[in-house]
Structures are given as structure tokens and as C-alpha cells.
């Protein structure tokens, strides 16, 4: 069983529409979660952080943690064409030594 | 905040020629820097970690000879890719951790490297 489980996709939605984005995992030692955004040939972005469970909200971007489930997600409000690409999920320790990424999910957004 | 700088974005070179990339964190201090490589359409492979002054870590399968890596200060490190060949050609993205939130990544921009 890997340490974190990220549904590949493709996922595709139209413009406008709710994307939900998941990841589970295996470690209860991990407390850090992060989001990732990755456009075709460039490095990931950082979008989310964070610290144990909750929720946190930045704009259009949700992320939540649900750690008696060992579960996270992302969700992503009013999606735009321009949101299309590859989310990565990862998490890491509390001494941040080990650092573990999703395999990532491709989004489609049509307009 | 936590930029991340990787240099040249693209690379070609003939095959047996020695090619190197460039990390650099620009405003903060990298205690970690990772080193990536990843093919079309599939994830992210760890082919190294390093930490500023001390050899790097390479992951299982990572020629060690053929992808030097060198840490040099707390805000470069490079990756040189040895007598590179046409398998050799893929994307390689750097990242460092240090930042604010120091369980953080922050990625470079990445390189892609073709070998003719």
C-alpha cells in the first residue's frame, strides 16, 4: 500500500463548476498537509498549507483535513479554464524529514 | 516570499558532454535542497536529497557517478548530469525547504534537458 493515494484523473469540468480534488493516506505521523499546483513543464506551485486537521480557505481554494479518516482535499470554487492542470498532494512529518507526494490529478476545465 | 530560482528552464547537448543545473533559494536560507526528475504525464521521482556542507543522499537506483550534486552554501545547490546520453533527457526540478513553514518544498521552475 503507498504511503498516499491520489486518483490520477483525468478529471474534467465545465467552467463554473465545483472541483473537488482528494488524497488518503496511511502515516498518522504526518501533520503537515500541502497542495500543489503543476502547469505542463513547469514546477510545482504551492497553493495550500496545512497543520493537522481543519479547514483553510484562500480565495477561490479550499483545503481540509480530516485526520481520523487520514483524508484531505482541495476543493476549487467557480473553476476557470485557467485552473487546469496538475494537483499534487503531499505531506510530510512533524520533523519535516520525510516529505510524501500524491501522484498528482490532471484537471480539465472547458470554457 | 520563498523563491525558489532554477537555472537554464531548457538545455540541449550532445550526447557525452556534461550539463549543469543550477538552484538557487533567493530569499531564504535552504538547509535541504531536493532534486527531482520527472517524465511526461507521470509524477515526481526524488532522485536526491542534500543538505548544506555534506554529501548528498541519493534515492535507491540514482547513479550516484552519473548526477553529482553539490550544496555548497545554504542558497545554491547544483546537479551535473556526467556524460549525459539521450536516456538521460527528462525534466529536472529542484526544490528547497528552510522558509517560513520549514516542512515546506518550494519548487524551482524546472529544467528540461535534451540530449541529442
Known amino acids: 500500500q503507498k504511503e498516499v493515494e491520489q486518483d490520477p484523473g483525468p478529471l474534467s469540468v465545465p467552467e463554473g463548476a465545483i472541483v473537488s480534488l482528494n488524497c488518503t493516506y496511511s502515516?498518522?505521523?504526518?501533520?503537515?498537509f500541502m497542495w500543489y499546483r503543476q502547469y505542463s513543464r513547469k514546477g510545482p506551485e504551492l497553493l495550500m498549507y496545512?497543520?493537522?486537521?481543519g479547514n483553510k480557505e484562500d480565495g477561490r481554494f479550499t483545503a481540509q483535513v480530516d485526520k481520523s479518516s487520514k483524508y484531505i482535499s482541495l476543493f476549487i470554487r467557480d473553476s476557470q479554464p485557467s485552473d487546469s492542470a496538475t494537483y499534487l498532494c503531499?505531506?510530510?512529518?512533524?520533523?519535516?524529514?520525510?516529505?510524501?507526494f500524491g501522484a498528482g490529478t490532471r484537471l480539465f476545465v472547458k470554457a | 516570499g520563498a523563491v525558489v530560482s532554477q537555472h537554464p528552464s531548457w538545455v540541449i547537448c550532445k550526447s557525452g558532454t556534461s550539463v549543469k543545473i543550477e538552484c538557487r533559494s533567493l530569499?531564504?536560507?535552504?538547509?535541504?535542497m531536493f532534486w527531482y526528475r520527472q517524465f511526461p504525464k507521470q509524477s515526481l521521482m526524488l532522485m536526491a536529497t542534500?543538505?548544506?556542507?555534506?554529501?548528498?543522499?541519493?534515492e535507491q537506483g540514482v547513479e550516484k557517478d552519473k548526477f553529482l550534486i553539490n550544496h555548497a552554501s545554504l542558497t545554491l545547490s547544483t546537479l551535473t548530469v556526467t556524460s549525459a546520453h539521450p536516456e538521460d533527457s527528462s525534466f529536472y526540478i529542484c526544490?528547497?525547504?528552510?522558509?517560513?513553514?520549514?516542512?515546506?518544498?518550494?519548487f524551482g521552475a524546472g529544467t528540461r534537458l535534451s540530449v541529442l
Open positions: 496545512t497543520y493537522s486537521s
Open positions: 526544490s528547497a525547504r528552510g522558509g517560513g513553514a520549514k516542512n515546506i518544498q518550494y
Open positions: 542534500s543538505n548544506e556542507g555534506s554529501k548528498a543522499t541519493y
Open positions: 530569499d531564504f536560507q535552504a538547509t535541504t
Open positions: 502515516n498518522s505521523a504526518f501533520q503537515y
Open positions: 503531499a505531506m510530510s512529518d512533524p520533523g519535516g524529514f520525510k516529505t510524501i
